[in-house]
């Protein structure tokens, strides 16, 4: 007779509300990056502090595996009014081509680099905060073949 037992371990606490948070922040300042090239380094430094309030956020829960999908879910946000930004500063047909840029190749060049800057950041701070708390307990136990009897 042989079984195998399945362990999982569900995290504790959920990040999607703050990264939603995130997510709709990073939209407003990146259309407004682009409506308005007058507030670039105000954009900018807007940008990098929501990143690494989420970045300290995400550290602090232990939930560094949040960074590879982070940036996806800000451009799943982001890319309508992006475009539409892009219309509204350049006119309809350019912006409609502004936009398409912005929407795919520059997008990769901001995902990159919320990608990295959220890494970076939660990294930190979870180094910072150290491992997970210790029980005192094994976490494992393993049975031989013939414990079970």
């Known amino acids: 007779m042989s079984f195998v037992v399945q362990v999982r371990q569900r995290a504790r606490g959920n990040v999607s509300a703050a990264m939603v948070v995130w997510s709709v922040a990073m939209t407003v300042i990146l259309a407004t990056w682009e409506i308005s090239r007058a507030d670039d380094g105000r954009a900018v430094l807007s940008g990098l502090l929501a990143t690494v309030l989420f970045g300290v956020y995400l550290g602090w829960r232990r939930r560094g595996a949040a960074v590879f999908v ?76 013939n414990d079970l009897r």
Do not use: N, Q, Y
Request: aromatic share 14%; no cysteine; net charge positive.
């Open 70 to 145: 982070a940036p996806m879910v800000s451009w799943s946000f982001a890319w309508l009014p992006l475009w539409i930004s892009a219309m509204i500063r350049h006119g309809f047909v350019k912006g409609l081509f502004v936009g398409f840029f912005l929407v795919t190749v520059g997008w990769l060049v901001i995902g990159t680099l919320e990608f990295l800057s959220l890494g970076a950041v939660t990294m930190l701070v979870r180094s910072v905060r150290g491992g997970a708390p210790r029980t005192g307990d094994d976490e494992v136990i393993i049975f031989g073949p």
